[in-house]
């Protein structure tokens, strides 16, 4: 680090020195000195340049560099017509700096698209930061799950949050129903949250499919043009995607392949909620949410038993387990734990006290 400042200063001092003793606009009657100090701003300002330089990755340089090179070339071609028309020297040095700018910024935007890894060669050990894009659903943002996951370490690399999904939040946040205000408000919150993370790239882009009116149908469109996924948990979303071509990761499914696993055989406890939907069916549920259809536990709701799993159904909606009620065990189980609690909590007997004979006095007889 020191190097380098040292060799900013004195590349500094040369540009001042140079100035001072070539004074390139004598003249016009400018002095040395005024020369000098020109020089230094230019220093000054090359430098700030080239640090901010260093933060852009080789992908923005590279498509801002051929950007610039097509807008100088296009410039080109156009000046030879208008000099034609006009030789008005202004007008061809506007049109070289338009077209330089455009090309220039319009090629780093783009040039986050470019897959330098196919190059081979010095780009082969270039990461294509393309794949590692994740589009954000209004869905997943209003949830607000995504934003743990975030903070748990498992998401990396960029979060793409299209212009018209903040548009769509937007409108949920300024809605005259009370619900659905708190809900986009919730994920406007949701999305400060994740832009103060460290370890995340949040980046929004400004793409939109004025052609296409459905959203869902826009983040395909652009998750195609990325080549990335969609983070939703939008079921609809989903399948369409996967229509497609797109892939997709689903918050739902995500915390389905995180739930407990249940084996058939095994011994659950449960509190009966409601009644099912077959005769003598009992359903309850588990902390996760995950339904358990019970068989032959109608009359035991509002009650905590014991079942045997007897199946486990895995849907795209979630899990569902199923098990069985029996009355023998449950009936044998309550005996036991009822006698343990009668001998646990029947106070100790007193002892009897025993019989008490009475004696009467005895007769003295005395003789004379």
Not at 1 to 12: A, E, G, P, Q, S
Request: glycine share 8%; charged share 25%.
């Amino acid at each position: 680090m020191l190097d380098l400042i040292v060799v900013r200063t004195i590349f500094v001092l040369v540009l001042v020195c140079a100035a001072w003793a070539l004074a390139p606009f004598e003249q016009y009657g400018l002095s040395r000195w005024l020369a000098a100090v020109g020089g230094l701003l230019l220093g000054i300002g090359i430098i700030l340049f080239e640090i901010r330089l260093e933060k852009v990755s080789l992908k923005r340089l590279i498509g801002a560099a051929f950007g610039s090179v097509l807008g100088i070339i296009g410039a080109f071609l156009m000046s030879l017509v208008l000099a034609r028309a006009t030789r008005e020297p202004f007008l061809q040095v506007c049109l070289l700096l338009l077209m330089t700018y455009v090309g220039l910024i319009v090629g780093a935007k783009k040039g986050d698209m470019l897959n330098l890894a196919a190059l081979g060669g010095i780009f082969g050990g270039e990461k294509s930061s393309k794949k590692s894009f994740k589009i954000l659903d209004t869905s997943v943002i209003i949830d607000g799950r995504i934003a743990d996951i975030a903070e748990t370490g498992f998401l990396d690399g960029v979060l793409v949050i299209p212009q018209f999904v903040l548009r769509e939040l937007q409108l949920v946040a300024d809605s005259a129903d009370s619900m659905k205000r708190n809900r986009g408000r919730r994920g406007l919150d949701i999305l400060q949250r994740i832009q103060k993370m460290a370890h995340l790239t949040v980046q929004i882009v400004e793409e939109d499919f004025p052609q296409v009116r459905e959203v869902d149908m826009k983040l395909i469109e652009l998750a195609k043009i990325y080549d990335c996924k969609i983070i939703t948990n939008d079921f609809n979303l989903n399948k369409v995607a996967q229509l497609h071509g797109v892939e997709v990761l689903n918050i739902n499914e995500l915390a389905n392949s995180l739930k407990p696993i249940v084996l058939p055989g095994e011994t659950m406890r449960v509190f009966i909620l409601k009644e099912g939907k077959e005769y003598n069916q009992g359903v309850a549920y588990l902390d996760d949410g995950t339904m358990v259809v019970v068989d032959n536990a109608r009359k035991m709701i509002s009650k905590t038993i014991d079942i045997a799993v007897t199946s486990v159904l895995q849907t795209t909606a979630g899990k569902m387990i199923f098990g069985k009620f029996d009355d023998r065990v449950h009936a044998a189980t309550a005996g036991a734990e009822r006698s343990g609690t009668e001998r646990h909590d029947r106070p100790p007997r007193k002892p009897e006290p025993a019989p008490v004979t009475s004696v009467g006095p005895e007769k003295t007889t005395i003789e004379s």
